[in-house]
């Protein structure tokens, strides 16, 4: 069975750093995209960065030049260096994978089980 394992979460100055890692575990084909969404009470769950099987990369306004993303292809691992992070950066990271499993039917995408990030002044 295909899982996103998260780590990496945690409470933090508002200018420190955090590096989130998601781990896709299981019997996998391919893995085409990854990205980290995020949800803060109140608002509506948005794209913070996704990379393609291509290296492609794509940043919400708010994060870039702040934020990286990036993969181990041999480890099946997304990760997401936060920089110069902000109150407003706080929020639930759940990592997101468009993905093949080799057998069997599979959901459209797959989402881990959220972790905390809280950036205080």
């Known amino acids: 069975q295909v899982q996103l394992v998260e780590s990496g979460g945690g409470s933090v100055q508002a200018g420190d750093s955090l590096r989130l890692s998601c781990a896709a575990t299981?019997?996998?084909?391919?893995?085409?995209?990854m990205g980290w969404y995020r949800h803060a009470p109140g608002q509506e769950r948005e794209l913070v960065a996704s990379?393609?099987?291509?290296?492609?990369?794509n940043y919400a306004d708010s994060v870039k030049g702040r934020f990286t993303i990036s993969r181990d292809y041999a480890k099946n691992t997304v990760y997401l260096q936060m920089n110069s992070l902000k109150p407003e950066d706080t929020a639930v990271y759940y990592c997101?994978?468009?993905?093949?499993?080799?057998?069997?039917?599979?959901?459209?995408?797959?989402w881990g089980q959220g972790t905390q990030v809280t950036v205080s002044s």
């Open positions: 990379i393609t099987s291509g290296d492609g990369t």
């Open positions: 997101n994978a468009d993905l093949l499993p080799r057998s069997g039917w599979h959901p459209p995408d797959y």
């Open positions: 299981g019997s996998i084909f391919s893995i085409l995209r």
